[in-house]
């Protein structure tokens, strides 16, 4: 079975989904440490700057649990986030199909990182066709790698589906599973202005329903 692992990132860019198509099975890591400066709260858009989630974990470890850490209970960098998107992607062909769902989802009541970034992932993984691939460690009951390593020992031939730079840390992690490194090629035929490492959601701005196609394509 290929099974392939990330933490839950904000708004994930195109190698994050492509992962996801390229396995049986997608693990959300939201067992591990949350990070400071990461894809887990910040994303990059075309102009370079970034968007970055406001957390709050003050009475919490230096490095929490990612499903410990709570939202900042301002939601004005919400209004602020949406209204970037909407200044940088408003004039785009697929900008009104996307984003009125896109601010549902800003507009709940969410307390913690995890369940609105999980939230936003299911999204993209919904108008992708990949919803059926996603699974929590939370939701598994692993807490720990030694818990994962466990639910991996008792899966029929688990082979891990990787970013080529994540070799080193599965070879030490989990040195009796196979791996395959895999990522498409940056040189694709990719819609004027977009470049994998950019989120998703722009993609899906400029080519709507057909924005899976690229996932297809880079096989």
């Known amino acids: 079975m290929h099974i392939a692992a990330q933490q839950p990132f904000y708004l994930p860019d195109f190698y994050y989904f492509y992962k996801i198509s390229c396995c049986d099975f997608f693990l959300i890591a939201d067992h591990l440490r949350f990070r400071k400066q990461s894809p887990m709260v910040r994303t990059q858009l075309p102009d370079g700057k970034y968007l970055i989630v406001p957390v709050s974990h003050q009475n919490s470890p230096a490095h929490p649990v990612i499903q410990k850490v709570r939202l900042i209970s301002d939601s004005r960098w919400k209004m602020n986030h949406l209204r970037t998107i909407r200044s940088l992607f408003q004039k785009l062909p697929y900008f009104e199909h996307y984003f009125p769902e896109l601010e549902e989802i800003y507009n709940r009541d969410h307390q913690y990182l995890s369940p609105f970034l999980t939230e936003i992932i299911h999204w993209h993984a919904f108008h992708l066709g990949l919803?059926?691939?996603?699974?929590?460690a939370s939701g598994l009951n692993i807490t720990s790698q030694v818990e994962l390593k466990?639910?991996?020992?008792?899966?029929?031939?688990?082979?891990?589906?990787?970013?080529?730079?994540?070799?080193?840390?599965?070879?030490?992690?989990?040195?009796?599973?196979?791996?395959?490194?895999?990522?498409?090629?940056?040189?694709?035929?990719?819609?004027?202005?977009y470049h994998p490492r950019l989120p998703m959601l722009l993609l899906f701005f400029l080519r709507g329903p057909e924005a899976r196609m690229y996932l297809n394509r880079s096989d």
Request: glycine content about 2%; cysteine-free.
């Open 150 to 193: 466990k639910w991996l020992n008792r899966q029929e031939k688990p082979l891990w589906l990787i970013h080529p730079v994540e070799v080193e840390y599965y070879r030490r992690e989990f040195p009796d599973i196979p791996l395959r490194a895999t990522k498409p090629p940056e040189e694709e035929p990719y819609p004027e202005g």
């Open 131 to 136: 919803q059926d691939k996603l699974n929590f």
